[in-house]
């Protein structure tokens, strides 16, 4: 089915939470590893579909701070498949400036390496921003911008005056994007897993069955279609909305 897209309303920041891999792949009687390396095609066309779309940034939930708990052998072969896949050509090709948000210090020195090296070549690229977040958790954010914070007090640099939602947001990983509008989840689970909690306090939630590896442009664009439908009104009445012009942004 196509989906009609008002290409003036694309949303300017989509995240995502590819989640999925480990039950496409059950399903097929494959290991969870070959769920995740088809994860990576679907980040391949869903990152050339955002940019052909007009999408400014997308952020994809690639590592949570809870994944290490996971089984050593798949923690192992997903660290291993960001090495062996992670293409400089896709964002190169595109335009496309890749950055992480999430703790670098506890990747392996060659992943660290890869996504260093990433930043730096497409540091000039304005199409479009493709963020991984790797070891990543909201709470471990929000409690790394306090511990900062209260550093910088204890040495006399930053006052309780100084604490805004302004000082957060713009002392948090993502500093460098607006707030997502719309939070896509894959896989079927309603929850979003620490994922972006500060950030996604007014994005329109948006969430799948399908599992990422079989995420497709059709499913992106049903989910932006939707998107399109709602009326995001940011506490104000409908009416008042109305008045603004359909729509605030
Ligand atoms: C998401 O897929 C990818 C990561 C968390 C790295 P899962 O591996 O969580 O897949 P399911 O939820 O077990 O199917
Ligand atoms: C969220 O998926 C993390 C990523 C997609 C990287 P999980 O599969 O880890 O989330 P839970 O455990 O089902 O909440
Ligand atoms: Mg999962």
């Not at 963020?131 to 511990?147: D, K, P």
């Not at 914070?149 to 302004?166: C, F, H, Q, R, Y």
């Not at 069955?209 to 009104?233: C, G, N, S």
């Amino acid at each position: 089915m196509e989906y009609e897209l008002n290409r003036a309303e694309i949303p300017q920041h989509i995240a995502i939470i590819m989640d999925g891999n480990g039950r496409w792949a059950q399903q097929r009687g494959l290991s969870r590893s070959a769920g995740h390396a088809a994860g990576v095609d679907a980040v391949r066309r869903i990152t050339e579909e955002c940019v052909r779309l007009g999408v400014k940034y997308l952020t994809l939930y690639t590592f949570s701070t809870e994944n290490w708990n996971r089984p050593q052998e798949e923690v192992a072969a997903l660290m291993q498949l960001l090495l062996d896949r992670m293409d400089l050509s896709l964002f190169m090709d595109n335009n496309v400036r890749f950055r992480m948000i999430g703790g670098l210090e506890r990747l392996s020195q060659p992943v660290q390496d890869c996504i260093t090296l990433f930043e730096k070549e497409t540091a000039g690229n304005t199409r479009m921003t493709a963020v991984v977040a790797m070891n990543y958790s909201s709470r471990w954010e929000l409690t790394e911008t306090m511990r900062e914070a209260v550093k910088l007090a204890a040495k006399g640099e930053l006052t309780a005056d100084d604490i805004s939602e302004d000082y957060v947001s713009s002392h948090l990983q993502t500093r460098f994007m607006p707030d997502p509008d719309l939070l896509i989840r894959t896989g079927g689970e309603l929850r979003i897993s620490n994922y972006l909690l500060w950030q996604c306090a007014y994005s329109e939630f948006y969430f799948c069955e399908t599992y990422w590896p079989d995420f497709m442009p059709a499913d992106l664009h049903k989910a932006i279609a939707v998107y399109q439908k709602r009326q995001r009104r940011f506490g104000l009445t409908e009416e008042q909305v109305e008045n603004n012009g359909g729509r605030l942004k």
